[in-house]
């Protein structure tokens, strides 16, 4: 499984698509970190050629072209490339873009550029003159740059400043993985520990690799995020540093949503930091895909002040509950006494927060497989009586409200006159018809009532030819 490609058969075919055109294509290719960028650049590449992949890094202009002109003499079997004398960008792309084959469409594939253009102020404009240059008439150049800076690349190559503003053709921001291919990744094993590994990893592929299908889910995190050698004990300490300044205050924040803290009041109060100074900092976290903004969902308009903040970004939220609140317990008392201490009492409590999540996220697959076409809107209710786990509103005058439990179901009828309850004071001022669900591993057999539909863990990890991605 380590070796096989999965997933991204969009983004693959629109890749092959432009190769084929007859225009110069420029395609910025960006996403966070460890989302896989690279590897579709790299699948492209190797069922597409001919093509040039130069990976950017932290180093000097003058060593960076080096290293370009010695892939391109390997890539045209053109030894003569690499002892060319030649200094700047420019001279140095003009002396490799001689060597395409006229017929066919080259692929230049620049991965990391934001290190690139940090060493090179001048990239940007010099590639904007190739692409100007290739833009008239036919061209035989597809030009993709890839980088993993979400801020610079929006900036940077997307932004109206930018000197390579309004020259893409395309462009792809890579998400991650919705649950149905992340649960690729693990096939043999069963949808409630696919459902764990994504309540830890999400749908970041280099996360998701690090849990191996021979061992159970505990056995997993010890090895994973519990020893101080371990590939994810500090990971989101470097994700956060490599795109945030200031990150102590970013760490504070994120301990606090970790804690369900969600209001801004409550941040506040957990931080000690000023309600109206904290605004900048949740701005850049929904910025980034690592924190989400909600709001109770009605047909009515929300209110500013009902706004809840939650970490959207699983291992982030894994990591500030029960890893980095604990360093120092696990580097002095070990990964087996700090998962049976500090994690397993509290983890099926947490994995019942993450199954609401994964209810939201599975209700448009759900709708397919029941032929619902309206329109939706799918997301959850709260206000000072109850909590609804999860709420959609469709365009056919229906509303959906979910109750999600990861637990063991003890009584299917107690379960059932909950809900119903619960969900009659649920504000529906325009009489849409209600229908109740409830969301659990697996249905009991006491389970009675014919207005309640039951979903499974086995429903929700029910294969789809085109998995919803919102």
Not at 113 to 119: C, V
Not at 309 to 319: E, H, M, R, V
Not at 385 to 404: F, P
Request: charged fraction near 25%; include cysteine; glycine fraction near 6%.
């Amino acid at each position: 499984m380590a070796d096989q490609f999965i997933g991204r058969a969009a983004e693959l075919k629109m890749l092959a698509a432009a190769q084929k055109s007859s225009r110069l294509e420029f395609i910025p290719v960006y996403g966070r970190r460890r989302v896989g960028k690279s590897e579709l650049i790299l699948k492209f590449m190797a069922q597409c050629r001919p093509g040039l992949y130069y990976l950017g890094k932290q180093a000097p202009p003058g060593l960076q072209i080096r290293e370009f002109l010695e892939e391109a003499a390997r890539v045209f079997n053109q030894p003569l490339l690499a002892e060319a004398a030649v200094g700047d960008w420019h001279k140095a792309l003009d002396l490799v873009l001689r060597q395409r084959d006229p017929g066919q469409k080259f692929v230049l594939a620049f991965d990391e550029f934001q290190w690139m253009a940090k060493a090179s102020p001048e990239l940007p404009s010099v590639l904007q003159g190739l692409c100007d240059q290739e833009s008239r008439g036919n061209s035989n150049l597809m030009l993709i740059l890839c980088g993993s800076y979400m801020g610079f690349m929006e900036k940077e190559v997307l932004g109206k400043k930018s000197p390579l503003f309004g020259r893409r053709t395309a462009q792809i921001l890579l998400p991650p993985f919705n649950y149905i291919e992340a649960g690729q990744f693990h096939p043999r094993l069963s949808p409630s520990d696919r459902a764990m590994i994504y309540f830890i990893c999400g749908g970041i592929p280099y996360y998701l690799r690090f849990f191996d299908e021979h061992d159970s889910v505990p056995t997993g995190i010890r090895k994973n995020f519990l020893t101080e050698y371990s590939a994810l004990f500090r990971e989101a300490d470097f994700l956060l540093r490599e795109e945030l300044t200031e990150v102590r205050q970013y760490h504070g924040i994120l301990m606090a949503l970790a804690a369900e803290a969600s209001s801004p009041a409550a941040i506040s109060r957990a931080t000690g930091a000023p309600e109206r100074s904290l605004y900048y900092y949740l701005q850049h976290l929904v910025a980034l895909g690592y924190v989400a903004r909600r709001y109770p969902l009605t047909v009515r308009k929300p209110t500013r002040t009902s706004v809840r903040f939650a970490i959207d970004d699983p291992l982030l939220k894994f990591w500030f509950r029960f890893v980095y609140p604990n360093m120092s317990f696990i580097q002095q008392m070990g990964a087996e006494a700090a998962y049976a201490n500090l994690i397993e009492p509290h983890l099926s409590a947490y994995f019942g927060l993450c199954f609401e999540r994964l209810c939201r996220e599975a209700l448009p697959n759900i709708y397919r497989r029941e032929d619902v076409r309206a329109e939706f809107k799918i997301g959850q209710y709260w206000d000072k009586q109850r909590q609804i786990d999860l709420v959609g509103i469709r365009g056919d005058n229906r509303i959906d409200l979910g109750e999600c439990k990861w637990g063991a179901v003890k009584s299917a009828g107690a379960l059932e006159r909950e809900v119903a309850d619960k969900f009659a004071g649920y504000p529906n001022p325009k009489n849409y018809s209600i229908q109740p669900r409830i969301f659990c591993q697996t249905k009991p057999r006491s389970a009675t009532s014919d207005q309640i539909r039951w979903h499974t863990l086995d429903d929700i990890y029910l294969k789809f030819a085109q998995p919803y991605r919102p």
